[in-house]
């Protein structure tokens, strides 16, 4: 069964009937909301819990490095749904260089399954191709963009004020992968010293840019770390857009400096052993 494009509808009856749902939010979630005042206004909603997909990236990072360090053949990062469509459409020769890992979105997801087996789960996104990575996704119910929750908050009276208290993130807390949306965001925290030169790595954003690549490619290049939009998933078409793109790099970094001043409770954390029994690499959605 296919998900519709807006899921807003089903997830509001969902939470009217009572259902349990976990909110799945990328770190891009703060050029658009506040913060913590995204996680009072979800709660507000009717939303159970809420986890960043910050854990998720965190594990997928530790498959590129794995990955990398073995791979002497060019390798395309995968996170970004928008690129391996390009690739699968326009490129079939570079299916096999696209790595075989999980999103992080993806991964999230199977981590969450785990520990909230009675819930459903919705992933906010930034943009219309994680909404079709999400259809090819067993692990994910509903999908809806920053331009869909914007409307279901007003449609709900629910506004930004923590009424609540600060909310924290439920569970799989990871702070330096708050980067991950933007462009070369992956190679940042992937820890890749050791495993490949510097001059191996190409960090591309902007289809444009990335197709002039794989149109001409430099054998020099091992592994190319590449998002479809401009400035990466902060560029995506439900972020707004009223900041220039270097003022909203600046949100995600003002963002990434603030978690690191809070005091998070241990079982609050990502650690990796609560990852454990899942696996990231192998078979993924776009490997068929």
């Known amino acids: 069964m296919g998900f519709a494009k807006n899921d807003v509808e089903k997830i509001l009856s969902e939470l009217d ?6 909110a799945l ?17 979800l709660s507000g909603l009717g939303f159970d819990k809420a986890v960043e997909l910050t854990f998720g990236a965190k594990m997928i990072n530790r498959e590129y490095h794995k ?23 326009k490129y079939p020769q570079y299916k096999k260089n696209l790595i075989l890992v999980d999103s992080p979105l993806v991964a999230t997801a199977k981590i969450c399954r785990k520990y909230y087996p ?8 930034p943009c219309d191709f994680k909404k079709m990575e999400v ?26 004020k923590c009424s609540k208290g600060c909310l924290l993130f439920d569970k799989f807390y990871n702070d330096y992968t708050k980067i991950y949306p933007l462009s070369g965001g992956l190679g940042k925290t992937a820890h890749l010293k050791g ?17 002039k690549f794989l149109n001409k490619p430099d054998p020099k290049i091992r592994f190319l770390d590449v998002l479809f939009c401009e400035g990466g998933c902060i560029g995506g078409p439900h972020v707004s857009k009223k900041l220039s793109l270097e003022k909203r790099r600046k949100k995600v970094f003002k963002y990434l400096e603030k978690s690191r001043d809070e005091d998070i409770p241990e079982d609050r954390k990502g650690l990796i052993d ?10 993924v959605w776009f490997d068929k």
């Open 274 to 283: 609560k990852a454990k029994g899942l696996k990231f690499g192998g078979k």
């Open 195 to 211: 495993v490949i030169k510097e001059e191996e790595v190409l960090v591309v954003d902007g289809i444009k840019n990335v197709m």
């Open 118 to 125: 009675e819930h459903k789960f919705v992933f906010i996104s």
């Open 17 to 22: 009937g009572g259902v349990k749902m976990v």
């Open 67 to 89: 990955k990398l360090k073995n791979s002497k053949e060019l390798v395309i990062a995968s996170p970004c749904p928008g690129i391996v469509q390009t690739i699968l459409n």
């Open 25 to 41: 939010v990328a770190p891009s979630f703060i050029v658009d909301f506040g913060y913590p005042s995204l996680l009072n206004r």
């Open 135 to 160: 259809e090819a996704c067993k692990y994910i119910d509903y999908v809806i963009d920053y331009d869909q929750l914007r409307a279901l908050f007003v449609k709900r009276h629910v506004k930004a």
